[in-house]
């Protein structure tokens, strides 16, 4: 049992150093670029097309089994999906961040209710 205590408060604090790392390099004026592509929209297009495939997934597994949870936690995905894919919206048509994330925001609230009624429901 304490192992399992301490395996966990390492997690955190590991988890902890990262979030600070991430909030050290916002502060830096040079964003990470990868081919002249800023990483953090090559990420969130890559988390769109993972939330995109595992909407999928999730579709077809409802499709065999029938269960409504399935429903909710396919439609938490899409959401995701969309959510990856307005924040990679920049590399194509230019930074309109300021109508961006607030939608994003409440695409945020979405997820996590989709989730938590995929989790409730019986």
Known sequence: MKNKKSFFFVIIALMLVQISMLVLAQ??????????????????LGSGL???????????????????????????????????????????????????DPIASLLDFAILLSFFFGIIRK
């Open 50 to 100: 993972l939330a995109t495939v595992l909407f999928i997934l999730t579709l077809i597994a409802y499709k065999r089994t029938n269960r409504k949870r399935l429903l909710y936690v396919s439609a938490a995905f899409l959401l995701f999906a969309l959510k990856g894919f307005l924040m990679s919206t920049e590399l194509f048509f230019g930074d309109w961040s300021s109508v961006i």
């Open 27 to 44: 502060e830096e004026e040079d964003d990470l670029e990868v081919f002249g592509i800023e990483a953090e929209e090559l990420l969130n």
